[in-house]
């Protein structure tokens, strides 16, 4: 009897979550003030789920679950003022708030929310392209492949980032890497407004004439929620693209990235045209005993890879080479990034990285961490999974964005990495484990770069950085920041995602 009481206590919980705010059938679901009291305030097509619903546990499932923050209640806005109505109402109970779109922002620092609301916004997803073919509105839930599905067939494309499953404006707002930025800029370079909920609760529509813009695009996480914007959409003009791959054991680290750092980086001039992409990993029928190197060498607007850009590669006698041509929309499946790929898969597993950008490859350096890494994820068998990324995009339309002109601070750099551990959560002493070991190959890294200071990627963030690391050295810019925040969200309602204070 117990068990079928159980059962429908679950079962019920489970409809009245889903049912809309106009519902009738509201009437006849336990009282619960906060779902009541919400679906109320929202508008017929929203949602408001409690723990123990299908959507409450739809909605909560991380990329990462190494701290992640908790929830008392999920609500899915439909409509944009949704949100400005849930912060409003949670302001006057003093509830926490953490807005999600992909769901992959892994930063620890997100684990300090605890029974919070969280605002899930996948309903927001639409892509509306202006008359003139030049900007497209865009939800703020929408997800990489649905911008780049829509925009494809009528020619046109965005940045967006490289892994199809992300949001735009997760990665966004923090700057935004992917495979468009050597020709239009990062992602934050293609915003032309956005409708944003500030911490008051209130709905605004923002542009370059506010001076909240200059910090949005790139800090953005630290000030509103950003429920659309509109952004610059280009013509296709390059639309075949080409790789060429590499699989090469260990004992090539010094060759592999001298020959990146000589024929493909350029000193700083990477052909617009190409992007370096690789990443060490285990592959006991290629190697039982060590990390193999998986290399990338992806050029656009070509259906074979030049072999200026191969033929140094080859060289070095890769024990696997693979090549093919097909379109832009190919590459994030070539590179392991697509919607079926494991960075795109929710396993209930911790993934974690420890970004730093650099210029160049030290090669002594690469060696050292290569090692580590090695000795590491074969001596413990549950970080045997992890992967060691080190992504090398085309930099122009980058560099060629001020850097005072946005939050972004790292517009000189050419390189992202980043060691990217995952692995099943069993005891604290293996989380302890697997920070020390992403935190030492970046040292390996940032101590061979002879820099002072530590650049990191905010959106790859572990969480230890501190806020110069994320957002640069400058007192300029920590000044700035720190008097925006003060001045939008002085009660620091939004310092859950890489807080500026």
Not at 267 to 287: A, E, M
Request: with cysteine; aromatic share 12%; charged share 20%.
């Amino acid at each position: 009897m117990e068990v079928a009481a159980a059962i429908f206590a679950w079962s019920l919980a489970s409809v009245c979550g889903s049912l809309p705010a106009s519902s009738n059938l509201l009437s006849l679901c336990p009282k619960n003030d906060l779902v009541s009291e919400l679906q109320q305030r929202l508008s017929p097509a929203a949602h408001v789920y409690p723990p123990g619903t299908s959507g409450y546990d739809e909605a909560t499932n991380r990329w990462s679950v190494l701290d992640a923050p908790t929830f008392k209640i999920v609500t899915v806005p439909a409509v944009e003022n949704d949100v400005a109505e849930i912060i409003k109402y949670a302001n006057s109970k003093n509830i926490s708030y953490l807005a999600v779109n992909g769901g992959h922002g892994a930063i620890t620092t997100v684990g300090r929310l605890h029974d919070g609301i969280e605002i899930w916004l996948n309903q927001l997803s639409s892509v509306e392209i202006a008359p003139d073919g030049k900007t497209a509105k865009i939800g703020g839930g929408t997800l990489s492949k649905t911008i780049t599905d829509t925009l494809w067939p009528l020619k046109k494309q965005t940045v967006t980032g490289g892994c199809e499953c992300t949001s735009l404006l997760g990665p966004g707002l923090g700057g935004g890497h992917g495979w468009l930025q050597g020709r239009y800029g990062l992602i934050a370079d293609q915003f032309v407004s956005m409708n944003i909920v500030l911490a008051n609760g209130e709905l605004h529509t923002i542009d370059e004439k506010s001076d909240l813009w200059w910090a949005i695009r790139g800090a953005g996480h630290n000030f509103g929620i950003v429920t659309s914007v509109t952004s610059k959409i280009y013509d296709v003009k390059y639309p075949n693209w080409a790789y060429a791959s590499f699989i090469f054991s260990g004992d090539n680290i010094e060759g592999i990235y001298d020959a990146t750092n000589k024929y493909l980086l350029q000193n700083g001039k990477q052909p617009v045209t190409i992007i370096n992409y690789s990443f060490f990993f285990n592959d006991p029928s290629l190697d039982p005993d060590r990390p193999v190197v998986m290399f990338f060498i992806l050029q656009e607007g070509v259906s074979v890879v030049d072999s200026i850009y191969t033929d140094p590669f080859h060289k070095l006698e890769p024990l696997v080479t693979d090549a093919a041509g097909g379109t832009y929309n190919d590459v994030s499946r070539w590179t392991g990034n697509s919607n079926a790929d494991l960075p795109c898969q929710n396993l209930k597993k911790a993934n974690v990285r420890f970004p730093i950008d650099l210029l160049e490859y030290n090669v002594g350096a690469q060696r050292k961490a290569y090692d580590l890494f090695a000795s590491t994820t074969q001596q413990n068998t549950a970080l045997n999974g992890s992967l060691f990324l080190l992504e090398g995009y085309s930099t122009q339309g980058v560099k060629a964005v001020p850097s005072d002109q946005t939050a972004f601070p790292f517009r000189g750099d050419n390189l992202l990495l980043s060691p990217y551990l995952n692995y099943f959560r069993d005891t604290p002493e293996l989380d302890k484990a697997a920070e020390d070991f992403g935190e030492s190959l970046r040292q390996i890294l940032y101590e061979a770069s002879g820099r002072k200071d530590l650049h990191t990627y905010v959106n790859y963030a572990f969480g230890t950085e501190t806020e110069k690391n994320w957002y640069g050295p400058e007192q300029w810019r920590q000044d700035r920041l720190k008097a925006l925040k003060q001045k939008y969200d002085p009660l620091g309602k939004f310092s859950f995602y890489a807080p500026i204070a």
